[in-house]
């Protein structure tokens, strides 16, 4: 019953830490192309779940967080929601985890829950859990610490620890496990390796935490360990140079491959020196966390040397206690491989982020949690009576506790846990994540641009071009910043300034899509339609999988009259990209132009559904109507109208039109007289009721 009540408990504390996300929404940083614009997500048939196992995303091959994210649209839609409730499920199950492996290795519950309690509350985590996109971090954070508990019970006996009293340390060969069902246990971690591969291609490091785990935590002989060990590990091994080789494919195939930062090994390597530094500084005070954090070349070197300093001194410690303190051994190791991926040996996109904290966090947090429960077992030795096995720690010097030690501790833990809450506030939405990271980051040309963004999605257009200049005044050859820029132009109606900036992008860029479909909507504005078909046809060979370019190039079809191409591009549109629901009006309103009313009709009635421009549409819908001949359907779409517009006169004098043709006079007088007193000058208005009153 106590087992289960401290379940409980690890599953609620981070579903409270976290409850004040389910409000958030998507943010404009990834979610829009990985979600939003993903239409392989949008249907779970056999033709998308191929498409997301044979086809990598953007950037990585990623198929289980893809599936993951098609789950979450098959029951919610693009409802925010969903998606959150799904990454705080996900990190829920990651802290029970984080319990089971370290009750596996120490055999001590109340040490055990406090390291899932502090893994629950840990600000670090915050980006991991709120960032949509970020799922696959807490999505391969299941399956990789799955895959290692899963292997420590395949190889040990689960009564025996190193803090256990009289033996120290487990042994491979006694178990009350049989040998079938260690072999489950085994193959079963094996898949949960492959998961968490297809989740984020980083966890490639867990073959290396493998022999770690034994060497600390399995007693053999020395002979006989390096061989087991070697046997088991193998197949791990083999998976994860598969797993490079897709990666690397990947890569190559998507032109991603990065140069070092500052186009230099040496100023990479200064650079994670101080990077190394500044993450033990956030795990332990987790202030003043950033969505992006700015770096300047030539890089800092007296954060590189402290940095330095502090690697050397884990270097020493691992040589030093590695026979003498095995688990001070494995928490560094722990720390050290998993942060491998992330060190920029190879180089990537980013050189620091909270959420590559996610997993070297949990040795950190096994570490801490030893230290405070040291600090506090006279303490806790009383709780309900339950009687501790001691976590030894010989070669550290544990002050002596004191009454105020519990008070300390319980104040770090809250203030962890109303930073966390205070940094779920920070994802609300795109405006309030990217204004935090100006506050903290002013230097950022890549924060200014996207609270630009968001200052344009808020039609807040002046402020939206003041950030997007001082995005460019520090970088100024970013295409997407200009063509960013033009579209709040553009939005502002400075159609002319608009151009301007696109062909900036297009200088910079010549494949830009976004910059060629919003030169093409410019010059379509304008009237310059066949310029404007040049550029949606320049974009079409860029990207033919997008649905814009057909959708618009479709709208200027339209514009010439060639209804019969616009309709055909329409439908390519509709079909690449289902949510853009406007294509639905757009294709009723070229069936409506050609004759084909019951087409019209039918694509009017969706767009209704989905409710496109409900105005529009049900005026449109009542002239297609009374082209039926059906005055009545006509008669109730243009009252429709005028609920959601008292004062169109139009939608009065058609009113009365039907009326009229219906033979209600004294209804059809009085709509043309609301449609006259509405605009004095509507000539049509009064030689209707003229013609009537005769």
């Given amino acids: 019953m106590k087992h289960i009540k401290t379940i409980f408990l690890i599953l609620v504390i981070p579903l409270i830490a976290y409850s004040n996300s389910f409000k958030n929404g998507f943010v404009d940083y990834d979610d829009t192309f990985l979600v939003i614009e993903n239409n392989k997500i949008k249907d779970i048939n056999l033709k998308n779940i191929y498409s997301i196992f044979s086809e990598p995303t953007s950037t990585d091959y990623l198929p289980l967080k893809e599936l993951s994210f098609a789950l979450d649209y098959h029951f919610w839609g693009l409802n925010p929601l969903g998606f959150h409730l799904t990454n705080i499920i996900l990190f829920m199950i990651n802290c029970l985890l984080v319990y089971l492996l370290i009750l596996k290795i120490s055999n001590n519950k109340n040490l055990s829950f406090l390291s899932s309690i502090l893994f629950a509350i840990h600000p670090i985590h915050a980006e991991a859990v709120n960032w949509v996109a970020s799922r696959k971090d807490v999505l391969s954070g299941v399956f990789f610490f799955l895959s290692i508990l899963l292997y420590a019970i395949s190889i040990s006996n689960p009564s025996l620890t190193p803090f256990s009293k009289g033996r120290k340390y487990q042994t491979a060969q006694s178990s009350s496990v049989s040998f079938t069902t260690k072999r489950l246990y085994y193959f079963f971690s094996i898949i949960s390796f492959i998961l968490a591969l297809f989740s984020k291609p980083s966890v490639i490091t867990l073959p290396l935490l493998l022999p770690i785990y034994e060497y600390c935590f399995i007693y053999e002989k020395q002979s006989t360990r390096i061989k087991n060990t070697i046997t088991r590990i193998i197949p791990f091994f083999i998976i994860a140079v598969i797993s490079s080789l897709i990666t690397f494919l990947v890569a190559t195939e998507k032109e991603i491959v990065k140069t070092y930062w500052g186009d230099s090994f040496y100023f990479t390597f200064i650079a994670m020196l101080g990077v190394f530094f500044d993450y033990l500084k956030i795990l332990l005070f987790p202030i003043n966390l950033s969505i992006r954090y700015e770096f300047d070349f030539p890089p800092s070197y007296f954060k590189a040397i402290i940095g330095g300093i502090i690697l050397i001194a884990f270097l020493f410690i691992l040589f030093k206690y590695r026979k003498k303190n095995r688990i001070l051994f494995f928490c560094i190791s722990w720390f050290l491989i998993t942060l491998i991926p992330v060190s920029n040996i190879i180089p990537i996109a980013i050189l620091k982020a909270d959420r590559y904290l996610y997993l070297p966090s949990f040795s950190f947090i096994l570490f801490l949690s030893i230290v405070v429960y040291n600090l506090l077992?006279?303490?806790?030795?009383?709780?309900?009576?339950f009687k501790l096995v001691e976590v030894n720690f010989p070669d550290l010097k544990i002050i002596s506790p004191s009454r105020y030690l519990t008070f300390v501790f319980l104040t770090i833990f809250f203030l962890y846990f109303v930073l966390t809450l205070n940094r779920n506030v920070v994802w609300e939405n795109s405006f309030s994540l990217w204004s935090d990271a100006v506050r903290k980051e002013p230097d950022s040309w890549y924060a200014r641009h996207n609270l630009g963004a968001a200052y344009d999605s808020l039609s807040r257009f002046d402020e939206a071009i003041t950030e997007y200049e001082a995005s460019l005044r520090i970088n100024p050859s970013h295409a997407e910043t200009y063509n960013d820029l033009g579209m709040v132009y553009y939005n502002q109606g400075r159609v002319n300034e608009a151009i301007k900036e696109y062909k900036k992008a297009l200088m910079i860029d010549t494949n830009l899509y976004e910059a060629l479909v919003n030169l093409g909507s410019a010059y379509s504005t304008q009237g310059m339609l066949d310029e404007a078909i040049k550029e949606y046809k320049r974009a079409l060979k860029i990207n033919p999988e997008k649905g814009q370019a057909h959708n618009n190039l479709g709208a200027v079809y339209e514009k010439l009259g060639q209804f019969e191409e616009a309709i055909k591009e329409y439908q390519i549109a509709l079909k690449l990209n289902p949510d853009l629901k406007a294509i639905y009006y757009n294709l009723g309103k070229a069936y409506y132009a050609i004759g084909q009313f019951n087409e019209a009709v039918n694509n009017y009635k969706?767009?209704?559904?989905?409710?496109?421009?409900?105005?529009?549409?049900?005026?449109?819908?009542?002239?297609?109507?009374?082209?039926l001949g059906n005055i009545e359907e006509a008669i109730n779409e243009y009252k429709a109208v005028l609920k959601l517009q008292p004062d169109n006169e139009i939608a009065h004098f058609n009113l009365g039109i039907a009326?009229?043709?219906?033979?209600?006079?004294?209804?059809?007088i009085k709509e043309l007289e609301?449609?006259?007193?509405?605009?004095?000058?509507?000539?049509q208005a009064r030689q209707a009721i003229e013609s009537i009153s005769k």
């Fill in 377 to 385: 077992r006279k303490r806790i030795n009383d709780f309900n009576g």
């Fill in 659 to 668: 009326y009229r043709d219906k033979g209600l006079t004294d209804d059809a």
């Fill in 674 to 683: 609301i449609a006259l007193k509405i605009n004095p000058e509507f000539t």
């Fill in 606 to 627: 969706y767009a209704l559904r989905v409710n496109v421009n409900p105005l529009q549409v049900h005026f449109e819908l009542g002239n297609v109507y009374f082209k």
